[in-house]
C-alpha cells in the first residue's frame, strides 16, 4: 500500500488552503488600497471646498449650495469602511488607521459644514454619533441602523458616526468640546445636549424635530447599513 | 475565528483531501476504455431478480436480461417474486416461455436478502448476479462483467458502473449527477481496492463466495454493503468494471428518496459498527484508512455544515425580526446591488469554490467514464439541491440509529 498518497494528498490539500488565504489577504488589501484611495480624493475634494470657500470670501452661497460638501463620498467611504471592518475586525491595525482617516474627514466636513451655515444662514440638520464596537455597547449596532435609515429617508440629513474609543486626538477633543461621557451610543443632533442610550425610529424623530423640514426619499437607498455602526 | 467557523474549515479541508486523494489516484491509474476483445471462456451466469411488487418495471427489466449478449445456454435468470401483492408474479408468467427463465416465489419476509438467498439456493452457476427489478443492463454489460473476473483470478465479486434511467424530474436529475460522481469515485476505489458495497443492479459474485463466507444477511437492510464489508474481511478482492453499464430507477419523490437514503445511511452507520475494527486499520488498506473513514466524515461533515447553515440562518432571522421589534424601522426590500467591493471574498469562499470546483472535475471524468453526457440542467440542479437534501437524510439515519441504542445495541 502506497502512503505516500496520503502525504501527497496532504500536501495538495494544504496548498488549496494556502492559495485561498492569499487570494482572500491579497482582495482585502485591493480593499483597503481602494477605501484610501477614496479617503484622499475625499480630502483633496475637502481641501478644496475649504480653499474655495476661502476665496468666495464674501459668500457666493449660491454656488457653495450648487457645490453640496461631499456627503455621498463621505457615506459611501462609511459603508466601504464598514464592511471592511466586518471582514478584517475592528482592531486590525490597517481598519484603525482607516477609521482615523475617516474620522479626521468627518469633522474636517463638518467644521466646513458649520462655517457654511454661519455664513449663508442654512439650516442643515447634522447629528453626531458615538459609538463603541468592543462589545461593551449591545445597543449601538441598532442605533446605527436607526440612522443609516433616517439619513436614506431624509438625503439632506448629515450624520457623523464616531468610534468613541479610536485614539485619535481630534477625535478626542471633539468629544471633550461636547461633553460627551461614556455612555454609548449618544448622539448630538444640531447644537443641542448629548442624548444617551438607544432611540427608536418614532423617538428621533421626536428628538430631531426639523426632519420635518427636509426632503424624503421614498426608497431608501441599497448601500450596506451599517456605516453608522 | 468564531467556534463554528472553525468547523466548517475542518469540513473543507477534509472534502478537499478527499477529493484530491481520489484525483491522484485517477492520475495513478486512468480507467481503459472498453475493448471489442471477447472473454477467453463464457462461464456459467445466474443473475437473480428479486422482486417486491415490482410489476411495473419487471417486464422492461426482464427484457434488458433477454437481450443480453451472452451464450443462452450459459445464462439463467431466476425471477424471485418476494411475496408481491401488486401482480408481480403474473408479470413474472409472461416469461415462462424462455427456456432461460425460471419463476421462484416465496412469502415476503420483511427483507431483500432471504430472496437473493432463495434464488442461491435454486442455481449453481459460476457467477451470480443480481439485478434489481427497476434496473436495466446494457447488452454487453455482461460480457464486460465476465472479462472483468477473467483479467484477475482473485477477483470475488464485481460492482458495475451505475446512471440513473432516463432522469426527466429535477430531483431525477440531481440524482444522476449524483450517480455520475458515483461511478467515479467507485472506480478510484477499484484503484485502491477500497470498494464498500456492491450494489443491487448488477454486482456480481463467484459462487465460491458463499461456499467460503456463507449466503447474504439482514445487515440493517443493506445486505450489499455487509457483503462488501465481509469480502473484506475475508480478504477477498472486489473489483469495479465500469465499461458495464446498469441503469436504474431512482425515487421521484423526496419522501421516497430520503426514505431510501435513510435505509442507505443507517445500513452503513450500523455496519460500521459491526465491523469497527476495519476503521483505522492498515491490514484492511486503503479501505480502513481512507474510504471507511472519509465515509463517516463524510455524514458527520454533511450534517455539521447543515446544522452550521441552519443554525446562521435562523440567527439571523431572529436578529433581523428583533431588531424590527426594537428599532421601528419598516421593513425594507431591495435590489441585489452588485459592486466588487461587497462580493463575499473570504477564504471560506473560495474553499467552497475550490470544493465545488474539485466536485464538477470528479463528476465530468465519471461522466467520461461511464461514457455518458451531463446536461447543465443536471449539474445546476445537483450543486443547488443535493446539499439541501442530503442532511435530511443523515439526520434521519442518525436519529433512527441514535434510538436504536436505547432498545440495546449501544447499552
Given at each position: 500500500?502506497?502512503?505516500?498518497?496520503?502525504?501527497?494528498?496532504?500536501?495538495?490539500?494544504?496548498?488549496?488552503?494556502?492559495?485561498?488565504?492569499?487570494?482572500?489577504?491579497?482582495?482585502?488589501?485591493?480593499?483597503?488600497?481602494?477605501?484610501?484611495?477614496?479617503?484622499?480624493?475625499?480630502?483633496?475634494?475637502?481641501?478644496?471646498?475649504?480653499?474655495?470657500?476661502?476665496?468666495?470670501?464674501?459668500?457666493?452661497?449660491?454656488?457653495?449650495?450648487?457645490?453640496?460638501?461631499?456627503?455621498?463620498?463621505?457615506n459611501g467611504l462609511a459603508d466601504r469602511l464598514s464592511f471592511t471592518e466586518n471582514r478584517l475586525g475592528s482592531d486590525n491595525a490597517e481598519v484603525i488607521q482607516l477609521k482615523k482617516q475617516y474620522s479626521l474627514l468627518e469633522i474636517k466636513d463638518y467644521l466646513l459644514m458649520q462655517q457654511i451655515t454661519a455664513k449663508c444662514k442654512t439650516k442643515p440638520v447634522a447629528v453626531l454619533y458615538f459609538y463603541s464596537n468592543t462589545g461593551d455597547c449591545?445597543?449601538?449596532?441598532?442605533?446605527?441602523?436607526?440612522?443609516?435609515?433616517?439619513?436614506?429617508?431624509?438625503?439632506?440629513?448629515?450624520?457623523?458616526?464616531?468610534?468613541?474609543?479610536?485614539?485619535?486626538?481630534?477625535?478626542?477633543?471633539?468629544?471633550?468640546?461636547?461633553?460627551?461621557?461614556?455612555?454609548?451610543?449618544?448622539?448630538?443632533?444640531?447644537?443641542?445636549?448629548?442624548?444617551?442610550?438607544?432611540?427608536?425610529?418614532?423617538?428621533?424623530?421626536?428628538?430631531?424635530?426639523?426632519?420635518?423640514?427636509?426632503?424624503?426619499?421614498?426608497?431608501?437607498?441599497?448601500?450596506?447599513?451599517?456605516?453608522?455602526? | 475565528?468564531?467556534?463554528?467557523?472553525?468547523?466548517?474549515?475542518?469540513?473543507?479541508?477534509?472534502?478537499?483531501?478527499?477529493?484530491?486523494?481520489?484525483?491522484?489516484?485517477?492520475?495513478?491509474?486512468?480507467?481503459?476504455?472498453?475493448?471489442?476483445?471477447?472473454?477467453?471462456?463464457?462461464?456459467?451466469?445466474?443473475?437473480?431478480?428479486?422482486?417486491?411488487?415490482?410489476?411495473?418495471?419487471?417486464?422492461?427489466?426482464?427484457?434488458?436480461?433477454?437481450?443480453?449478449?451472452?451464450?443462452?445456454?450459459?445464462?439463467?435468470?431466476?425471477?424471485?417474486?418476494?411475496?408481491?401483492?401488486?401482480?408481480?408474479?403474473?408479470?413474472?408468467?409472461?416469461?415462462?416461455?424462455?427456456?432461460?427463465?425460471?419463476?421462484?416465489?416465496?412469502?415476503?419476509?420483511?427483507?431483500?436478502?432471504?430472496?437473493?438467498?432463495?434464488?442461491?439456493?435454486?442455481?449453481?452457476?459460476?457467477?451470480?448476479?443480481?439485478?434489481?427489478?427497476?434496473?436495466?443492463?446494457?447488452?454487453?454489460?455482461?460480457?464486460?462483467?465476465?472479462?472483468?473476473?477473467?483479467?484477475?483470478?482473485?477477483?470475488?465479486?464485481?460492482?458495475?458502473?451505475?446512471?440513473?434511467?432516463?432522469?426527466?424530474?429535477?430531483?431525477?436529475?440531481?440524482?444522476?449527477?449524483?450517480?455520475?460522481?458515483?461511478?467515479?469515485?467507485?472506480?478510484?476505489?477499484?484503484?485502491?481496492?477500497?470498494?464498500?458495497?456492491?450494489?443491487?443492479?448488477?454486482?456480481?459474485?463467484?459462487?465460491?463466495?458463499?461456499?467460503?463466507?456463507?449466503?447474504?444477511?439482514?445487515?440493517?437492510?443493506?445486505?450489499?454493503?455487509e457483503m462488501a464489508f465481509r469480502l473484506h474481511a475475508n480478504r477477498m478482492v472486489i473489483a469495479n468494471a465500469h465499461t458495464a453499464v446498469v441503469e436504474t430507477k431512482v425515487p421521484t419523490t423526496i419522501g421516497g428518496l430520503v426514505r431510501q437514503r435513510v435505509r442507505w445511511s443507517r445500513g452503513f452507520l450500523e455496519n460500521s459498527r459491526d465491523y469497527y475494527y476495519m476503521y483505522f486499520n492498515p491490514r484492511f488498506g486503503h479501505l480502513g484508512?481512507?474510504?471507511?473513514?472519509?465515509?463517516?466524515?463524510?455524514?458527520?461533515?454533511?450534517?455539521?455544515?447543515?446544522?452550521?447553515?441552519?443554525?446562521?440562518?435562523?440567527?439571523?432571522?431572529?436578529?433581523?425580526?428583533?431588531?424590527?421589534?426594537?428599532?421601528?424601522?419598516?421593513?425594507?426590500?431591495?435590489?441585489?446591488?452588485?459592486?466588487?467591493?461587497?462580493?463575499?471574498?473570504?477564504?471560506?469562499?473560495?474553499?467552497?469554490?475550490?470544493?465545488?470546483?474539485?466536485?464538477?472535475?470528479?463528476?465530468?471524468?465519471?461522466?467520461?467514464?461511464?461514457?455518458?453526457?451531463?446536461?447543465?440542467?443536471?449539474?445546476?440542479?445537483?450543486?443547488?439541491?443535493?446539499?439541501?437534501?442530503?442532511?435530511l437524510w443523515l439526520a434521519r439515519a442518525t436519529w433512527d440509529t441514535l434510538r436504536a441504542k436505547e432498545t440495546g445495541w449501544l447499552v
Amino acid at each position: 500500500m502506497n502512503l505516500n498518497r496520503y502525504v501527497v494528498a496532504f500536501a495538495i490539500t494544504a496548498a488549496i488552503f494556502g492559495t485561498a488565504f492569499y487570494i482572500a489577504s491579497r482582495i482585502d488589501s485591493t480593499r483597503v488600497a481602494d477605501i484610501r484611495a477614496t479617503g484622499e480624493a475625499i480630502s483633496i475634494d475637502l481641501l478644496s471646498s475649504e480653499v474655495q470657500f476661502e476665496l468666495l470670501g464674501n459668500l457666493d452661497c449660491e454656488t457653495l449650495s450648487a457645490h453640496p460638501i461631499l456627503t455621498d463620498e463621505l457615506n459611501g467611504l462609511a459603508d466601504r469602511l464598514s464592511f471592511t471592518e466586518n471582514r478584517l475586525g475592528s482592531d486590525n491595525a490597517e481598519v484603525i488607521q482607516l477609521k482615523k482617516q475617516y474620522s479626521l474627514l468627518e469633522i474636517k466636513d463638518y467644521l466646513l459644514m458649520q462655517q457654511i451655515t454661519a455664513k449663508c444662514k442654512t439650516k442643515p440638520v447634522a447629528v453626531l454619533y458615538f459609538y463603541s464596537n468592543t462589545g461593551d455597547c449591545p445597543d449601538c449596532g441598532r442605533m446605527g441602523d436607526v440612522l443609516t435609515y433616517l439619513r436614506q429617508t431624509y438625503p439632506e440629513l448629515r450624520v457623523y458616526s464616531f468610534d468613541y474609543n479610536l485614539d485619535l486626538s481630534a477625535l478626542q477633543t471633539l468629544i471633550a468640546l461636547r461633553k460627551v461621557d461614556g455612555q454609548l451610543p449618544a448622539f448630538i443632533a444640531g447644537t443641542r445636549a448629548p442624548v444617551y442610550g438607544f432611540k427608536s425610529l418614532d423617538e428621533m424623530e421626536k428628538l430631531i424635530p426639523e426632519l420635518k423640514t427636509l426632503a424624503t426619499t421614498t426608497g431608501a437607498t441599497t448601500k450596506a447599513a451599517t456605516s453608522t455602526r | 475565528m468564531e467556534v463554528g467557523a472553525i468547523g466548517m474549515y475542518i469540513c473543507l479541508f477534509m472534502g478537499l483531501y478527499f477529493e484530491v486523494f481520489l484525483l491522484i489516484s485517477f492520475l495513478e491509474k486512468r480507467p481503459h476504455a472498453k475493448t471489442a476483445a471477447m472473454p477467453a471462456r463464457y462461464p456459467s451466469v445466474a443473475i437473480l431478480v428479486p422482486c417486491w411488487n415490482k410489476a411495473k418495471t419487471l417486464g422492461a427489466t426482464m427484457h434488458s436480461l433477454l437481450a443480453l449478449e451472452y451464450p443462452a445456454d450459459r445464462l439463467s435468470i431466476l425471477i424471485i417474486d418476494d411475496g408481491s401483492t401488486d401482480g408481480t408474479l403474473a408479470a413474472a408468467q409472461e416469461f415462462a416461455g424462455h427456456a432461460q427463465v425460471r419463476i421462484l416465489a416465496k412469502e415476503n419476509e420483511g427483507s431483500k436478502f432471504s430472496a437473493l438467498n432463495f434464488g442461491l439456493k435454486h442455481t449453481d452457476s459460476e457467477l451470480v448476479g443480481c439485478l434489481d427489478a427497476d434496473s436495466f443492463v446494457a447488452p454487453d454489460a455482461l460480457i464486460e462483467m465476465v472479462k472483468k473476473f477473467e483479467s484477475d483470478p482473485n477477483i470475488m465479486a464485481v460492482t458495475p458502473a451505475m446512471k440513473v434511467f432516463e432522469p426527466r424530474t429535477l430531483l431525477e436529475r440531481m440524482q444522476s449527477v449524483e450517480y455520475i460522481f458515483g461511478v467515479f469515485y467507485r472506480k478510484m476505489f477499484d484503484n485502491l481496492s477500497a470498494i464498500n458495497v456492491l450494489p443491487g443492479p448488477f454486482s456480481f459474485y463467484r459462487r465460491d463466495v458463499f461456499e467460503k463466507i456463507g449466503l447474504f444477511r439482514h445487515a440493517h437492510h443493506t445486505e450489499d454493503m455487509e457483503m462488501a464489508f465481509r469480502l473484506h474481511a475475508n480478504r477477498m478482492v472486489i473489483a469495479n468494471a465500469h465499461t458495464a453499464v446498469v441503469e436504474t430507477k431512482v425515487p421521484t419523490t423526496i419522501g421516497g428518496l430520503v426514505r431510501q437514503r435513510v435505509r442507505w445511511s443507517r445500513g452503513f452507520l450500523e455496519n460500521s459498527r459491526d465491523y469497527y475494527y476495519m476503521y483505522f486499520n492498515p491490514r484492511f488498506g486503503h479501505l480502513g484508512l481512507f474510504a471507511l473513514p472519509f465515509g463517516l466524515l463524510a455524514f458527520v461533515g454533511g450534517l455539521y455544515t447543515a446544522a452550521w447553515g441552519l443554525y446562521g440562518i435562523v440567527k439571523m432571522l431572529l436578529a433581523r425580526g428583533i431588531d424590527f421589534w426594537v428599532t421601528g424601522i419598516p421593513p425594507q426590500f431591495h435590489l441585489p446591488h452588485f459592486e466588487w467591493f461587497y462580493l463575499d471574498t473570504s477564504m471560506l469562499s473560495f474553499l467552497v469554490i475550490a470544493v465545488t470546483g474539485l466536485t464538477l472535475v470528479a463528476v465530468v471524468v465519471g461522466s467520461r467514464i461511464a461514457g455518458s453526457r451531463i446536461s447543465a440542467t443536471s449539474l445546476v440542479t445537483y450543486f443547488a439541491l443535493f446539499g439541501l437534501v442530503a442532511p435530511l437524510w443523515l439526520a434521519r439515519a442518525t436519529w433512527d440509529t441514535l434510538r436504536a441504542k436505547e432498545t440495546g445495541w449501544l447499552v
